[in-house]
């Protein structure tokens, strides 16, 4: 008897996973896919690149599509678990046939999610920071975001012109802070850079007094920097005014450049420098910068439709969507390979996150003139004036 | 005697024929990635079941088995030069000392103090790999080789949902073995009664050891699998969430029912899957069916069900 029940519940259960939706496919829609980390720990960046893409993909439709098609939009919420970005990747591939794909919010999700796209030989725009996403060139992988390696050069350069060369590291353990840091270890010789002080915390931490004692005690130290991101930087800036050490030039990273930031650290923030993308200060820039456009009509159209102050993490999810579009466009075509090509070619395109000229070789596309050097002044982003 | 060899038999070839029938219903490759994933996560679950519905022990910290398992086939060959064969042995070995060595003295713990002893040991191996980024790759995780067996490239969606179910078979079927030896009755025992089943002469410390490492073997292969078949591994896979969902698949399915643990991890794998059509009430619908079941079948889905069906046979 207790089989046929065992029985019962095998038959039920096999039934459940086949009735699991399975699309249709129209002639005139073509199909984008996405999973990003709308929800868990990574949700402040997943959040507002879902937000972007719906947003836009709605107006593209509104204007008649790409190549005479609409586009059907296909996100699913991994979480922040690279093991379910992996599931949902073959989804899209497998089971919603899409053309292309836009997301993979964290490095960790992303590099869990390659394969998927390699093998199914389907162009993957990656939203995602580390720069192993882009290094080694992968065929079919591409993405947006400036890598961790140009924020630690963007800072050195900084740096080098205030003639400061010895400096500490305090970077957070997680995927970001940890990717930095080996990146600026590596970059640093080439900008002439000594680190004379290297300690980390965990993101957890609520307190980084103590490390920071360390490094303020290190003889010859001329700047301090600090790669992470969430919480973690906002508690170092505290601590590091509560030391008393605002004289010593602190430098934050592209990681936390959200209004968020400023309002968590408070006061402590003020003369803090940061690598970030044009969009943070897009009010701000002269009116013959060339992404001012761009980054304005965004700015205005993200913080209407969602009554929330725009991020640079949905920036990125712009640049991909239009990147894929403006390929779609020159390709005339849905097919994936075509497609490809065309991404690999994109050239001057004017983003939120800078100028893309990509090719065989880069996959990024971005230089270092995509970052601007601001500095916290009354509780606002403030450009550096070039030179200072 | 007999009868119950039958009924043993009877589960393992229902379940056999389950996972021979399912490629014939499923349109897409995606849906063999779902269903190995249901595999391993009742590989792990079922070996979890031994340690929690059979010997009656809780462990918050069972991720770190299966983390170890995973690591050992992603670290194994790309650092040391071992084969992906060995590193699953060798992960299932060095998870098994583990258990032995730090199960000996926590083991003596009861209740909310085993739970902690063995949630501080799932934290503290999650930390372990994603601090020792040299090996591991840190928090981002690290690329696994692929398996070849006997020159044979062991990979795809389709590939994998075989051996994974062969894996699973076996496990199954150690298992319900397991149920019916004296081990197995002495596992029992002292689930019921720690104090009852010393009297009568059950080696309390020693079995509950045995259930201990017995359930790490379970998760460390399982883990070993995950790593194989995703060529991916990051720490999310020992990390405490994970512990919680094994627990969760076992509580679901029926504490001390193998095939509690196979419908659990069904449930819980495929129910997100499935879901997603309701975008941002996807968490709260989860939530909200893992809580109804758990009030209307208080014992978990198999033992709670197939006792209806039993009574109405009866009546």
């Known amino acids: 008897m207790k089989s046929q029940t065992t029985l019962k519940m095998m038959l039920a259960a096999g ?38 893409l719906r947003l836009y993909v709605d107006k593209i439709n509104a204007a ?34 899409v053309v292309a794909m836009v997301g993979g919010t964290t490095t960790g999700t992303t590099m869990a999610m390659i394969p998927v796209f390699e093998d199914a030989e389907i162009p993957f725009i990656s939203l995602a920071g580390a720069i192993e996403v882009i290094d080694p060139v992968r065929k079919f992988v591409f993405k947006t975001p400036h890598t961790d390696k140009m924020a630690c050069e963007k800072i050195f350069e900084d740096l080098k012109k205030r003639n400061l060369t010895k400096i500490g590291l305090i970077s957070g353990t997680d995927g970001f802070g940890a990717s930095m840091r080996a990146q600026c270890v590596k970059v640093a010789p080439n900008y002439g850079m000594e680190i004379v002080a290297d300690e980390n915390y965990s993101p957890r931490d ?79 820039l002269p009116a013959n910068d060339p992404q001012k456009k761009v980054v304005t009509e965004y700015k205005q159209a993200y913080e209407a439709a969602t009554k929330q102050p725009v991020s640079t993490f949905g920036g990125h999810a712009y640049d991909g969507l239009f990147i894929l579009v403006e390929a779609m466009k020159r390709a005339n075509s849905t097919d994936s390979g075509k497609i490809r090509d065309e991404i ?44 200072s | 005697m007999g009868a119950l060899l039958n009924q043993r038999f009877l589960t393992l070839a229902v379940l056999a024929v389950v996972i021979a029938v399912l490629p014939l219903v499923f349109p897409s490759s995606y849906y063999f990635r779902v269903a190995s994933l249901v595999w391993v996560s009742a590989l792990a679950a079922i070996g979890l079941n031994i340690l929690m519905g059979q010997a009656g022990q809780v462990s918050l910290g069972h991720a770190a088995f299966f983390g170890i398992g995973a690591y050992s086939v992603a670290i194994g060959p790309a650092h040391l030069g071992i084969p992906p064969w060995a590193a699953l042995s060798i992960g299932a070995a060095l998870s098994a000392v583990l258990a032995y060595l730090v199960g000996r003295p926590i083991l003596r713990l009861k209740g909310h103090y085993l739970a902690i002893a063995t ?27 692929r398996l070849t067996l006997f020159g044979w490239r062991v990979s795809g969606s389709y590939t994998w949902y075989w051996v994974t179910g062969a894996l699973l078979l076996v496990g199954t079927w150690i298992a319900l073995n397991l149920d019916e030896t004296p081990t197995g009755r002495a596992f029992r025992a002292l689930h019921d009664s720690e104090v009852a089943a010393q009297v009568v002469g059950v080696d309390v410390a020693r079995f509950k050891l045995q259930a201990f490492v017995i359930a ?39 504490l001390g029912s193998v ?12 129910l997100p899957q499935a879901l997603t059509v309701f975008h941002e009430y996807e968490h709260l619908l989860l939530g909200l069916i893992i809580i109804v079941s758990m009030i209307f079948m208080r014992s978990g889905i198999v033992p709670s069900l197939s006792g209806l069906f039993l009574r109405r046979a009866r009546a």
């Not at chain 2, 095939?259 to 495929?270: D, K």
């Open chain 2, 119 to 145: 949630l501080g040991l799932g934290v503290l191996v999650a930390l372990v790999i994603s601090t020792e980024s040299r090996w591991t790759g840190g928090p981002d995780g690290m690329p696994v080789e």
């Open chain 1, 64 to 97: 008649g599509g790409v190549a005479g098609k609409k586009l059907e939009l296909v996100i699913y919420d991994d979480g922040g678990d690279a093991n379910k970005a992996r599931t949902f990747a073959t989804r899209l591939v497998e089971d919603d046939e």
């Open chain 2, 216 to 254: 790490a073997v379970y998760a460390s292969i399982a883990g070993s699998a995950l790593a194989f078949m995703n060529g991916f591994i990051n720490p999310d896979q020992a990390g405490f969430l994970h512990s919680v969902e094994l627990v969760t698949i076992v509580v679901l399915g029926g």
């Open chain 2, 259 to 270: 095939v509690g643990s196979i419908v659990g991890a069904a449930v819980l794998v495929t």
């Open chain 1, 15 to 52: 039934a459940f996973s086949v009735a699991m939706s399975h699309g249709a496919h129209a002639q005139d829609t073509v199909k984008i896919g996405s999973v990003l980390s709308v929800t868990g720990p990574a949700s402040f960046l997943g959040e507002p690149e879902d937000k972007t």
């Open chain 1, 206 to 284: 609520s307190d980084m007094t103590a490390q920071l004692t360390k490094i303020k005690n290190t003889a010859g130290l001329q700047a301090v920097v600090n790669p992470g991101f969430g919480q973690g930087p906002a508690i170092v800036t505290r601590n590091y005014a509560q030391l008393g050490m605002n004289t010593i030039p602190f430098y934050q990273s592209h990681g936390v450049a959200s209004k968020s930031f400023i309002d968590l650290a408070g006061a402590a923030a003020e003369g803090v420098r940061l690598p970030a993308a044009a969009l943070l200060v897009g009010d701000k």
């Open chain 1, 344 to 387: 690999e070619k994109t050239k001057g395109f004017v983003g939120t996150g800078g100028i893309v000229n990509m090719s065989p070789t880069d996959h990024l596309g971005l230089d270092l003139s995509a970052f601007r050097m601001l500095e916290i002044k009354g509780g606002d982003w403030n450009l550096v004036a070039s030179g």
